[in-house]
């Protein structure tokens, strides 16, 4: 096996997935066709093998109810049908052509040439199929996608997506289909699935985990290797024997001739590895994946969160992720490293992402950048034996394909008890929130997990909360001593909620306002507004920033704090930026606050 020495693709931030990518990819965005079927005909109209039976036109990956896709129709429709043509050379013996989709809400059926090749469910997850067996013998070959989403199925995760004709309260227009990149691969027969980077700082190794489609024939070798900078770290070659390789390659070596926190990963310093995995086998082309790492760990004491060992207080922004002209898909790549920028701009140091599963092109940005994450899911408004398994198998894959960003230290399977509206009574519902609690820890293990953010607590590591109290003297009364935290679980109940739930004990957790502020600054008296308190004028609007800013950063008893939100959202006007992403005050006011 020939070591590569260099990365093959010097810049992953095209890539529609940074953190797995096949060189040679090719991307499937762009115009594709379209039609709803509000009729429900096309399946025995078999438009699966007529794709000119779809005779509007869409901009993938914007869903059509945005103005980018070229439809922006936001009426009710359940059923949509895409096709789109594709050429591509033919397959060497024994190559597979694979198709991914970063997400299609909610149900996805899809056909090539007419043949069935695979189905998903779940709105915010990917998703990849084999095509190859189905491929005729033409030069032009067609992919059709027939997307079901039923706005009325409250067992649906659909997050913030509203029920209702017309935006209203906290909920926003619906994103349905394909909403995130859509692209295609040449792999060879026995190919890398998965790959999982853990970080054993005790040691100084890097642990992994390959998973491979298929157990590899005998005389095949699988090669790790990883760089910083132009710097060659140690790497490993192996002969795999199964479906699995597992183990740990060791930095001992490295860390005796280099600077150690060159290698690590911080806000202050957010330092990457390159990765490259090489999978050879007798008869077959190498299969190449290149993917980074950012060595980082992350641990509680009883007040604070450590980032490799050191406090870090946690100055959150909650990221709505939602864009006028393009919903919940971002209008450019471009927008998704600027959405980042913004954060850090205003000071904060990390976001929460609210109710959506982010651009895995914004989770690189967020990387290379050095801002923190917490990992969220869209939840479900009711609860049921449905609704929790559809949970369970998106937030699996979730999990699955972003744990390896350095990013993320935390993930949050509820927020708020969407979908779990009876935890405090019912103890099927509070199982069901320690069963994702524990699935978190079982798939990933080295972050964080609150199992329900904001109140009723059942299961976290974390300790969180949500006030949206006015009254800054309120709020330093409540976070300014263990006392008055503890007058807090007794008598802030927010949305008429109790902050625990169950036998949750939260004595010896950190604890962090995860939602607070919320302030709307509309200028004019007759202005429409949503918030939890308006200004009117710009003094008026830094101040009271500031007032219930500091009230939480001059804690000594949080570990952080997150404050509602970004930007403004349709309705919603509470956000620090305008919806265009304008700041409403001068942005170094407001990042002095932030930063206390």
């Not at 949509?80 to 198709?99: D, V």
């Not at 490993?236 to 926190?261: C, F, H, K, N, Y």
Request: negative net charge; contains cysteine; charged residues 20%.
């Amino acid at each position: 096996m020939k070591r590569s020495r260099r990365l093959i693709i010097e810049d992953l931030s095209s890539a529609p997935n940074p953190q797995f990518v096949r060189p040679g990819y090719v991307d499937l965005t762009g115009t594709w066709r379209f039609a709803f079927d509000d009729d429900n005909r096309g399946l025995s109209g078999r438009w699966y093998a007529d794709p000119d039976q779809l005779r509007e036109r869409i901009t993938v990956p914007y869903p059509p109810e945005s103005a980018l896709s070229g439809i922006h129709d936001t009426s009710y429709h359940s059923v949509l049908w895409y096709a789109r043509a594709f050429e591509t050379a033919p397959l060497a013996r024994g190559e597979r052509l694979l198709l991914t989709f970063g997400a299609v809400d909610y149900e996805a059926t899809v056909w090539v040439d007419g043949a069935l090749v695979g189905a998903h469910r779940g709105g915010q997850s990917s998703f990849s199929i084999d095509i190859t067996d189905a491929l005729n013998g033409d030069a032009t070959h067609w992919i059709v996608v027939r997307a079901f989403d039923d706005p009325f199925n409250v067992e649906q995760l659909r997050g913030k997506q509203d029920w209702q004709s017309s935006p209203h309260s906290i909920w926003y227009e619906r994103t349905s289909g394909i909403w995130q990149p859509v692209w295609l691969e040449r792999t060879p027969s026995v190919r890398i699935e998965s790959v999982f980077w853990r970080f054993d700082s005790a040691r100084w190794a890097i642990e992994y985990e390959i998973a491979l489609s298929a157990v590899p024939e005998k005389g095949s070798e699988l090669a790790i290797e990883f760089e910083l900078g132009d710097r060659t770290l140690p790497g490993i070659q192996l002969t795999p024997t199964g479906r699995t390789a597992s183990g740990s390659i060791g930095l001992s070596g490295s860390r005796e001739v280099m600077d150690p926190g060159a290698l690590l990963w911080s806000p202050t310093r957010p330092n990457l590895l390159g990765a490259t995995v090489t999978l050879s086998a007798p008869g077959q082309v190498d299969d190449i994946v290149q993917s980074y790492i950012g060595l980082r760990t992350v641990e509680l004491t009883s007040s604070k969160v450590l980032i490799n060992g050191r406090p870090e207080f946690l100055r959150f922004v909650l990221e709505q992720g939602y864009w006028p002209e393009s919903q919940l898909a971002a209008p450019s790549p471009e927008a998704l490293k600027r959405e980042v920028e913004l954060i850090q701009e205003l000071g904060f140091n990390g976001a929460r992402i609210h109710q959506k599963v982010e651009d895995p092109r914004f989770l690189y940005w967020a990387d290379h950048l050095g801002l923190l994450l917490w990992g969220e899911t869209a939840n479900s408004f009711t609860y049921s034996q449905q609704s929790i398994a559809w949970h369970a198998q998106e937030w699996q894959e979730i999990v699955t394909r972003d744990r390896n960003h350095p990013s993320i230290i935390s993930w949050v399977p509820f927020n708020e008890s969407w979908g779990v509206n009876e935890l405090s009574r019912s103890r099927p519902q509070q199982h069901a929130v320690q069963a994702a609690y524990h699935q978190t820890h079982q798939l990933d293990g080295s972050r964080p997990v609150i199992g329900n953010d904001g109140w009723e607590n059942v299961a976290a590591d974390i300790f969180t909360i949500h006030d949206y109290s006015w009254d800054e003297a309120l709020l330093r009364r409540r976070y300014g001593s263990p006392d008055g935290l503890q007058e807090a679980i007794a008598s802030h109940f927010p949305a008429s909620r109790p902050l625990i739930a169950g036998d949750f004990d939260h004595t010896g957790k950190p604890v962090m306002v995860t939602e607070y502020g919320g302030v709307s600054f509309a200028p004019a008296s007759g202005e429409k507004w949503y918030g939890y308190g308006r200004v009117n004028t710009e003094p008026e609007f830094i101040n009271k920033y500031r007032a219930l800013t500091s009230a939480l950063s001059e804690s000594d008893l949080l570990c952080g704090f997150c404050y509602t939100q970004l930007t403004d959202t349709l309705q919603e006007t509470n956000g620090l930026l305008t919806d265009k992403r304008e700041p409403k005050v001068p942005m170094e006011d407001i990042r002095k606050i932030t930063m206390g």
